[in-house]
């Protein structure tokens, strides 16, 4: 089967202590993203990478960060200094350069910290 | 600027036909997409459109693109309670390699 995983489901977390969320893909998908859902929004993306070892910000990166080791795999760490955390993390992947561009998206990851 | 709009709410009866409206800005825009979310889920790539096209059918699912007024629609045939879930219109600009813009959403609800 092939898909996006992401784990876990949901997380609880104390303010102040960091958090890794798992992404990973089997789609063979060049391109990987986070993306952050708040209610009645929208997505916005947090990172993307369109190849191993290799990343860009997106629109609200500030206290949070990634790395992309394998192909396969996306983690995104919530740091500390992200002053709002809680909510829906989607992860992401696509074809890179893919003809039609679309990206095909994880079950999620709902954070909640206190 | 980039930016997607959508209204947020929509309600429709069951059997009728949904139009979910999506605006968009980026008139380079080579692809527009619709996606699906049901509660507490990933999105789901339903359709999509390239920008030299006019429409694009998919069994209950119509897609219209008004190039000029920057303007997509997204028609549901025979509404069913299955299709209630959130509606997420994206582009993607030529100008970006691999990113898309997603719009905030509308949320479908269906009544008896």
């Known amino acids: 089967d092939g898909g996006i995983t992401q784990s876990p489901k949901y997380l609880f977390r104390k303010e102040g202590q960091n958090v890794t969320l798992s992404c990973e893909q089997n789609l063979n998908h060049d391109a990987m993203y986070w993306y952050r859902q708040d209610p009645g929004q929208g997505l916005r993306l947090i990172y993307y990478?369109?190849?191993?070892?290799?990343?860009q910000k997106g629109d609200i990166a500030e206290g949070y960060s990634v790395s992309r080791e394998k192909k396969e795999s996306f983690p995104l760490t919530v740091t500390s200094a992200q002053k709002n955390p809680t909510a829906f993390y989607l992860c992401?992947?696509?074809?890179?350069?893919?003809?039609?561009?679309?990206?095909?998206f994880g079950p999620g990851t709902r954070l909640t910290v206190t | 600027g980039e930016d997607v709009e959508q209204s947020l709410f929509l309600s429709v009866r069951e059997g009728d036909s949904s139009v979910i409206n999506c605006t968009y800005t980026?008139?380079?825009?080579?692809?527009l997409y619709w996606y699906k979310q049901e509660p507490g889920a990933g999105l789901q790539l339903l359709t999509y459109i390239f920008s030299n096209m006019d429409m694009k059918q998919d069994q209950r699912l119509t897609v219209l693109l008004n190039k000029k007024d920057k303007h997509l629609s997204l028609r549901i045939a025979d509404t069913q309670t299955g299709d209630s879930a959130i509606y997420f219109c994206a582009e993607r600009p030529y100008s970006s390699a691999s990113k898309i813009i997603f719009g905030s959403g509308t949320r479908l609800s269906i009544r008896p």
């Open positions: 990478s369109q190849i191993v070892n290799d990343f």
């Open positions: 992401a992947s696509s074809m890179e350069p893919g003809p039609t561009g679309e990206q095909y």
């Open positions: 980026d008139s380079s825009s080579t692809y």
